[in-house]
């Protein structure tokens, strides 16, 4: 079945991006699994993402046959029910844990999904430009000399234009997470057009 080779597909481009992340860039895994899962399956989305678009794992409607609920599924998607599940279940833990400190569930869904949204969150608040440089000079500057999480950051904070110090601890360190809440929120014409003003 077609659907059975894009699986294969987005496998397969999952283990070859090892070759980057584990194999020229030397990452130790079990140092920090970050490195080396957590990079890569961001790249992994966005992958699909470009050949596949937003939903691209809709792709897969027919493996479950008549019970079809990944019509409108894409890979942030998936990153967002796994992640979301260890934030309700408070099981949450952080990044900069060694390989051998996560539970089997944890090591998966906080180095795979959690790091998928922290570098979303990091390109958004570099800028997209700015984050690729820094992602191919880390690459560069890096590349067969067993990197660890300083050097990542190092290079990181480099191009960008504000201190991500509370960033990363935030992301890396810690367990916390956004809980604002919009309180209320008002639209007014202003002449030109309207303008709303949200309170959070």
Same mark, same amino acid.
């Not at 480099?158 to 309180?183: G, V």
């Given at each position: ?16 991006? +090892? ?10 895994? #079990? ?29 897969? @409607? ?14 942030? +998607? ?41 570098? +979303?969150?990091? #390109? ?11 992602? #191919? ?8 000399? +067993?990197?660890?999480?300083? @050097? ?10 504000? @201190?991500?110090?509370?960033? #990363? ?22 002449? @030109? ?8």
């Amino acid at each position: 079945y077609q659907n059975w080779n894009n699986l294969l597909e987005t496998v397969i481009v999952h283990e070859v991006g +090892h070759n980057w992340f584990q194999g020229m860039l030397g990452s130790n895994e #079990r140092a920090s699994v970050f490195l080396d899962e957590g990079l890569n399956s961001f790249y992994d989305g966005e992958y699909i993402k470009h050949y596949y678009g937003d939903l691209g794992l809709t792709k897969f @409607d027919s493996l479950l046959g008549d019970f079809n609920i990944l019509d409108d599924l894409g890979d942030w +998607h998936y990153h967002a029910l796994l992640y979301s599940q260890r934030l309700a279940t408070q099981m949450d833990v952080p990044m900069n844990l060694r390989g051998e400190q996560y539970s089997r569930t944890n090591y998966s869904i906080v180095n795979y999904s959690k790091a998928v949204f922290m570098l +979303h969150a990091l #390109r958004w608040t570099m800028g997209e430009d700015k984050y690729n440089t820094a992602m #191919r000079t880390y690459f560069d500057r890096w590349h067969f000399k +067993h990197p660890e999480l300083d @050097d990542f950051w190092i290079v990181i904070q480099e191009f960008s234009d504000i @201190d991500l110090t509370d960033f #990363r601890k935030e992301w890396m360190e810690t367990t916390h997470y956004n809980d604002f809440e919009i309180a209320d929120y008002e639209t007014t014409n202003s002449g @030109d057009g309207y303008v709303t003003k949200v309170y959070v």
